[in-house]
């Protein structure tokens, strides 16, 4: 079926460093992408969003491109904050039998430091 | 405009017992989610309701039951309640049940089986 792998977490930057969270997913036919955000004690927060191969999702400095070649969705942001500290998940849409169904990786913790 | 509304915040309940959660999609949304984020199982698709229909349902059984009202409310039932059944349930909301994937969280409503 289909599913979404992740890199394993917890990923620790200093401010302002570089970050990238890897995902890559298998899927029958052509899912859109999507990465959300939880803050500590929150809901998901939809960070961006990519429906076909080559659409770059940009948001908040966040960014990742639908790659299917590779089956890939790489979360990058160019310079961190403490603020971005969070849980991310990267998620495709289920189709077929799974529609209606958000399929998740099982999140990257993100702790950024001063 | 409001968002996905969560009630109650928090829910203790002992093991045996029965548990309800309650969820407002955003206005003019007509479908609803529900997902569990149980610790160390990621995010897992419930249900999903669109139009007052339950439209799909992921592997849990049936003791986990819901329906969706007139308003587009909905209502999440666990029956038996297990200690494993302790989670964050999220409930999401779209415009639409079909070509829509871009869900909408709620802040979620921590259930705790003692």
């Known amino acids: 079926g289909d599913s979404v792998t992740q890199m394993e977490g917890p990923v620790t930057l200093s401010e302002e460093a570089f970050l990238t969270i890897n995902c890559t997913y298998t899927?029958?036919?052509?899912?859109?992408l999507f990465w959300y955000v939880q803050y500590p004690g929150e809901g998901l927060q939809l960070l961006l969003k990519?429906?076909?191969?080559?659409d770059k999702g940009s948001n908040k400095g966040f960014e990742a491109t639908y790659r299917k070649e590779t089956t890939s969705f790489h979360l990058e942001k160019g310079s961190v904050q403490v603020s971005d500290s969070a849980v991310y998940f990267c998620?495709?849409?289920?189709?077929?039998?799974?529609?209606?169904?958000?399929?998740f990786g099982k999140g990257t913790k993100l702790s950024v430091k001063p | 405009e409001a968002g996905v509304t969560q009630s109650p915040t928090h829910l203790i309940k002992t093991r045996g017992q029965q548990a309800t959660l309650r969820c407002s999609p955003i206005?003019?949304?007509?479908?609803v989610y529900w997902y569990q984020q149980a610790l160390g199982l990621g995010l897992q698709f419930l249900l999903w309701?669109?139009?007052?229909?339950?439209?799909n349902r992921g592997n849990f059984p049936p003791r986990f039951s819901g329906r969706q009202f007139p308003n587009y409310s909905s209502e999440l039932n666990v029956n038996a309640l297990e200690l494993e059944d302790s989670a964050l349930y999220l409930c999401?909301?779209?415009?639409?049940?079909?070509?829509?994937?871009?869900?909408?969280f709620g802040p979620g409503t921590r259930l705790t089986v003692t």
């Open positions: 999401a909301s779209t415009p639409t049940g079909t070509g829509y994937h871009e869900q909408y």
């Open positions: 899927a029958t036919g052509y899912p859109s």
């Open positions: 990519a429906t076909k191969a080559d």
């Open positions: 998620a495709l849409s289920g189709l077929g039998g799974s529609q209606g169904n958000l399929i």
């Open positions: 206005s003019g949304h007509t479908s």
């Open positions: 309701y669109d139009e007052g229909e339950e439209r």
